[in-house]
């Protein structure tokens, strides 16, 4: 399945682009937010777009070979965007998307762990040049930090009973993949509803392997140094813990004089989106413009 750029058309409509604007694409993906900006910035227009993940910039590149000389790629994480823009001697940019949930073409990879309907190794890197696995985690920390990663990342109320059964498993050999922890998470907690019991332990170790929630909080702030004077700064989160962190820096600035709000309430998919694509369900995007 293709990945499709979550609200689109909002998030170009929020970010109310100029003709020849300089923007940061702070998640490139597969470069569907950014191919639809250039075409509004025109040819005078330049993007700066940033993924860690290299087969993420790779599929970009394609994407957007037609823009080649409006360009400039970087294999970085987003909460170091001043180095990047000190690369390119930029002092600041127009607006700023960041798109900060994974990409369909992550979770579809099998070689990469992400999802715990496919079978693979227990990875988890965004950039997997970083040493620290998922497999790491779950195999060589304490009893008591797996369960503060599950309970704080995954907000998962029955986090002792799951990492009890993990335990269990790992005294008696290493667990390796994506199928092994889920049939012990399944031990662990019955299955009822429709949310796999697995889909909280996943995302918690995902966030703690890639450091995910300490990224955005140094990253908005990064970004915030480096936005213009009446640019915007848009973000879409897919859960409540990065969407809180999100709230919380914008109603800060606000306070501080520093920005306004242009989103009163974060803005959702429609429901034609959603029908077209189920991950937008989750999705929430906010903007704020710099005084």
């Known amino acids: 399945m293709q990945h499709k750029p979550v609200l689109l058309q909002e998030t170009l409509q929020w970010l109310n682009l100029k003709s020849g604007a300089i923007v940061l694409d702070g998640t490139l993906g597969s470069g569907g937010h950014a191919l639809e900006i250039l075409k509004v910035i025109g040819p005078r ?26 360009i400039s790629l970087h294999c970085d994480n987003f909460r170091n965007v001043e180095h990047v823009l000190d690369r390119v001697n930029l002092p600041a940019v127009n607006a700023v998307i960041l798109d900060v949930g994974l990409s369909s073409d ?20 965004m950039n997997p040049e970083n040493e620290q696995t998922a497999r790491d985690l779950v195999n060589d920390l304490s009893k008591q930090q797996l369960e503060k990663i599950f309970r704080e990342y995954g907000e998962e109320h029955r986090a002792r009973r799951v990492v009890d059964w993990i335990d269990s498993e790992r005294r008696k050999k290493p667990i ?24 909280k332990v996943f995302q918690a170790l995902r966030i703690a392997t890639n450091d995910e929630l300490g990224a ?16 915007r700064l848009a973000v879409i989160s897919f859960h409540s813990l990065e969407d809180r962190i999100v709230k919380w820096q914008f109603r800060e600035w606000q306070a501080a004089g520093t920005g306004t709000i242009v ?15 189920p991950r937008s369900r989750s999705a929430k995007l906010r903007v704020m413009e710099k005084s």
């Open 106 to 125: 992550q979770l579809e990879d099998e070689s990469r762990g992400f999802s715990f309907s496919r079978s693979g190794p227990l990875d988890m890197r």
């Open 263 to 277: 989103t009163k309430k974060p803005v959702i998919a429609t429901r034609e989106e959603i029908c077209e694509n």
């Open 45 to 70: 227009g330049r993007l700066i777009g940033i993924d860690q993940d290299p087969s993420a910039l790779e599929r970009t590149r394609q994407t957007l070979a037609a823009f080649q000389g409006q």
């Open 176 to 199: 390796e993949t994506t199928v092994e922890l889920v049939k012990i998470v399944e031990k662990a907690i019955p299955y009822r509803g429709r949310l796999h019991p697995a889909t």
């Open 216 to 231: 955005l909080k140094e990253g908005l702030t990064a970004i915030w140094k480096r936005l213009s004077g009446g640019g």
